[in-house]
Each structure stands twice: as structure tokens, then as C-alpha cells.
């Protein structure tokens, strides 16, 4: 069984877990599948409750080799306020320093 149906096993009985979700969209990623990871990360960034903040740096990461600068900013963004609101500072100096390399 390889990895990705090991995940897709798991969240078949865990169908709202944010990590095995979140574990899933990184398998994609490292499958070649950005647009397929990027989506996923859209989805644990944006309506998860809570929302996840390393979606929102995962993605800005992949936008970012993808080349789509302006929405791997927005990601970053809403990323270091979620994140700030969450008192992740940790997280949100990261992204910060992402947002500083490509450009605010």
C-alpha cells in the first residue's frame, strides 16, 4: 500500500481531521500535483474551524514556485493575521519573512 492510500485509508474513518487532511495536500505536493496540493491547502486555510495557519504558508510556498506571486502574497497576509490571532508568532514571523523575500 503506498503512502497516499495509506492517508486516504486513514481519513476514511477520520474524514474532518485537519492533520491527515493537511498530511494528504503535502502528499500531493511532493506527487508533482501543486495544483491538486493547493487546493486542499485553500480549503484547511480558509474553512477549516479553525482555520490552519501552515496551509497558508504551504500554499504561499507552492504559489510562489508556481510563479503566482500576487496570491501567494494574499496567502501570506491572511496567514500572519491568523496567525497572530492564534498567537502563533512563530508561524507568523515565517510567513513574514516569505512575504519580505518575494516582495509586499
Same mark, same amino acid.
Given at each position: 500500500?503506498?503512502?497516499?492510500?495509506?492517508?486516504?485509508?486513514? =481519513?476514511?474513518?477520520?474524514?474532518?481531521? *485537519?492533520?491527515?487532511?493537511? *498530511?494528504?495536500a !503535502?502528499?500531493?505536493?511532493? !506527487?508533482?500535483?501543486?495544483?491538486?496540493?493547493?487546493? !486542499?491547502?485553500?480549503? @484547511?486555510a480558509?474553512? $477549516?474551524?479553525?482555520?490552519?495557519?501552515?496551509?497558508?504558508? !504551504?500554499?504561499?510556498?507552492?504559489?510562489?514556485?508556481?510563479?503566482?506571486?500576487?496570491?501567494?502574497?494574499?496567502? @501570506?497576509?491572511?496567514?500572519?493575521?491568523?496567525?497572530?490571532?492564534q498567537?502563533? =508568532?512563530? $508561524? $507568523?514571523?515565517?510567513?513574514?519573512?516569505?512575504l519580505?523575500?518575494?516582495?509586499?
Amino acid at each position: 500500500m503506498s503512502r497516499l492510500e495509506k492517508i486516504l485509508a486513514m =481519513l476514511e474513518s477520520e474524514p474532518n481531521d *485537519t492533520f491527515l487532511r493537511y *498530511t494528504l495536500a !503535502m502528499e500531493y505536493r511532493k !506527487m508533482g500535483d501543486s495544483q491538486k496540493s493547493i487546493e !486542499m491547502l485553500r480549503e @484547511l486555510a480558509y474553512s $477549516a474551524s479553525p482555520r490552519y495557519v501552515p496551509a497558508f504558508f !504551504m500554499a504561499a510556498q507552492q504559489l510562489v514556485d508556481n510563479e503566482d506571486i500576487e496570491l501567494a502574497r494574499t496567502f @501570506l497576509r491572511d496567514g500572519i493575521d491568523e496567525a497572530r490571532a492564534q498567537k502563533d =508568532l512563530h $508561524a $507568523a514571523a515565517e510567513m513574514g519573512e516569505l512575504l519580505a523575500e518575494i516582495g509586499k
